[in-house]
Each structure stands twice: as C-alpha cells, then as structure tokens.
Nanobody, 126 residues
Framework: QVQLVESGGGLVQAGASLRLSCAAS????????MGWFRQAPGNDREFVAA????????YYADSVKGRATISRDNAKNTVYLQMNNLKPEDTAVYYC???????????????????WGQGTQVTVSL
C-alpha cells in the first residue's frame, strides 16, 4: 500500500509561483513512476506532468509546458511540481499519483496509476 500526501497549495496572484510536494511511503520510492494531475470545478481530472522512477524521463501537458517543472528526490521519497507564472486557469485541486508498473516511465492517463493522494488546492486570482 502506497500512501501519498500532497502539500504546498494555496491562494496566489496571477504570475506567482508555487512548489507542490508529494511525500510517499509504503513502497520503494525509486521504483515508482509519479504523476501530477489536476481537477478544476466542473471539469474532468487532467494530466499535468509525470516523471520516471530515476527522474531521467519527464513529461508535461501542453498547457503547462514551459511553466512547470516536475522533479523528485528519491532520498526523501518526495516528488515536486514547481509551477511558475501561474494563471487563473491553473486553479484546481492538484493530485499526485504513483504507478507500480516499473516498465512505464511516466503515464499521461489516470488508469495508469495505482495510488492517489488526497489533493491540494491551488487557487490563482487576478
């Protein structure tokens, strides 16, 4: 059983930056590909970014490419999502997710992930 706990969300103004963290426990962290997704009110949950277990492969949604950086610290069992130049359309609950399939290097789809955190709210105001 993998436990995931997100933190770092909050209320910020447009143009600001935030770093979200997701602490994992219950599994060998470096063997987990990790992803970040988000869900805005009234919308489906959508892919934001993913990273392989080694950190050598990263993937981004077009909507955040150039503004987001996903990284991980395997010694701390933590994955991060740095978001810069935040926009009101980035407002959502952000979830991290863990993929047990070691053959996958980071997926873009919800069904590829086995465990989810409870989410952290990010609100961006004008």
């Amino acid at each position: 059983q993998v436990q995931l706990v997100e933190s770092g969300g909050g209320l910020v103004q447009a143009g600001a930056s935030l770093r979200l963290s997701c602490a994992a426990s219950g599994h060998t962290f470096r063997s987990l590909a990790m992803g970040w997704f988000r869900q805005a009110p009234g919308n489906d949950r959508e892919f934001v970014a993913a990273i392989s277990g080694s950190g050598g492969s990263v993937y981004y949604a077009d909507s955040v490419k150039g503004r987001a950086t996903i990284s991980r610290d395997n010694a701390k069992n933590t994955v991060y999502l740095q978001m810069n130049n935040l926009k009101p359309e980035d407002t959502a609950v952000y979830y991290c997710a863990a993929d047990l399939d070691q053959a996958r290097q980071g997926g873009r789809y919800e069904y590829e992930y086995d465990y989810w955190g409870q989410g952290t709210q990010v609100t961006v105001s004008l």
